[in-house]
């Protein structure tokens, strides 16, 4: 079954900048690991852009600071995916300094694929559009034939990268040219909805020059913009365990950004546009925020109801939270007035199943009981780890249960960490 998902656009277009947080907090995560080392100490002064930890293990990418001041303390916070995680607490002094004068690059397809991979790593550029996965190591994939470009933002309320690919199309452009000639990639392919014409105007507008680089239009179905449907889509193909098994390299458009200002100004991933919405706000809004800013701050500027319900994330993906810091990944905030607890028993219809795109049987899993050990088996068969969290099987469930989240749980506990 195919499903289309209602709008809830924002109305209004005007991009918000917010760059006066008192105190930051920087998660220690990077994608959804926290085998993070800390480099910086109680007391310490750090720059806009110091590095004040890493990632340990196979990918050892950088956490930067977002604002010049003083490291207060280590604390707990809760992030994106709705956990808590250890947070270096830094005291903005509002100077803005940075440790060495950034240098401006003229011209950014002329870097070779070391130094490419290099300013992407450093600078920490990880996937924007929700995973977090280190954008680096994507490049370090040999015979790359296709860039693709996801444009797609499936989820209701999201426009936080329509927003950036608006007002920053000719730099987006400029900087997927420069990642195929130095990656020697044959053709880059931006995928946008079909209802977005607008968006593939402006691209229109500008391309004439960029003989490699193709817009083209996707369904508006949901979830295409999940990374194996939208391969699929746009190249007709299939693959088993990564993009890159067939030659293709996945890139969300805010991430692209990111990476233009890596090559442009050797600039780390410090900020990023988040789109702030649902019907508990009064002033619904794109965001510019650096990482580490406590939301409440921006949702008490855009002035939020009372006893609002706030989500972390879109209403498919996004996790219920009290509060939250900005990371690098979360690209939307939503308050929301819905009354949640309007559950009736599951009345065994189906829809779930029928709907979930990697064909589980999400409600078999619901009402598997786990209490012992032994009870895992019963788990596995039903292989609830291949859950790429949708939310579709909620969103569809007439008897709106929170089906999403009861298949979380047998994913994490399958994984050990139940
Ligand atoms: S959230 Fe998971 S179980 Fe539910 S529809 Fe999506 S993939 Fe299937
Ligand atoms: S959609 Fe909801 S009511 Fe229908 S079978 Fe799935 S869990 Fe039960």
Not at 111 to 125: D, P, Q, R, V
Not at 127 to 142: D, R
Not at 320 to 343: H, I, T
Not at 390 to 411: D, H, Q, T
């Amino acid at each position: 079954m195919k499903v289309k998902i209602d709008k809830h656009k924002l109305t209004s277009e005007e991009l918000i900048v917010y760059n006066k947080p008192k105190k930051v907090y920087i998660p220690l995560i990077s994608g959804n690991d926290t085998n993070i080392t800390i480099l910086v100490n109680k007391g310490e002064y750090v720059y806009k852009g110091s590095i004040i930890g890493k990632r340990k293990g196979d990918f050892r990418i950088p956490i930067h600071a977002s604002v010049s001041g003083t490291v207060l303390d280590f604390e707990e916070r809760t992030c994106y995916n709705g956990e808590k995680v250890k947070c270096v607490v830094i005291e903005n002094d509002f100077k803005e300094k940075i440790e060495q004068k950034l240098s401006i690059k003229k011209t950014i397809n002329q870097y070779t694929k070391e130094e490419f991979l290099n300013l992407l790593k450093e600078n920490g550029i990880v996937g924007m559009g929700g995973a977090g996965f280190p954008t680096y190591v994507k490049y370090e994939t040999k015979n790359i034939n296709t860039l693709i470009i996801n444009a797609v933002e499936c989820e209701p309320y999201i426009t936080a990268d329509y927003s950036i690919a608006k007002t920053k199309c000719e730099e987006i452009l400029e900087t997927i040219d420069a990642i195929l000639e130095i990656n020697k990639i044959n053709e880059a392919i931006i995928a946008i909805k079909k209802e977005n014409l607008e968006l593939k105007q402006i691209f229109d507008n500008f391309i004439g020059t960029y003989l490699k680089i193709k817009v083209k239009l996707v369904p508006n179905i949901y979830p295409m913009g999940w990374e194996k449907a939208l391969v699929k889509q746009v190249t007709g193909k299939d693959y088993d365990n990564y993009p890159s098994d067939i030659g293709v390299v996945v890139n969300n458009i805010s991430t692209i950004y990111a990476i233009y200002e890596a090559l442009k100004y050797n600039k780390p991933l410090i900020e990023r546009i988040i789109t702030f919405s649902g019907e508990s706000l009064e002033k619904p809004s794109n965001v510019l925020v650096k990482i580490g800013t406590p939301v409440h701050e921006i949702l008490d500027e855009l002035k939020i109801k009372p006893n609002s319900i706030i989500v972390a994330g879109g209403p498919m993906m996004g996790n219920k939270v009290e509060d939250l810091v900005v990371s690098a990944n979360l690209n939307c905030v939503l308050a929301l007035n819905d009354d949640l607890n309007m559950a009736t028993p599951c009345l065994e219809c189906g829809k779930c199943v029928s709907v979930c795109p990697v064909k589980l049987s999400p409600v078999l899993i619901m009402k598997t009981k786990y209490k012992k050990e032994k009870d895992i088996k019963k788990f596995k068969v039903l292989h609830p780890e291949q859950c790429i969290g949708c939310g579709l099987c909620s969103y569809i469930c007439p008897a709106k249960l929170f089906v999403r989240e009861r298949v979380k749980e047998a994913k994490n506990i399958i994984r050990g960490d139940k």
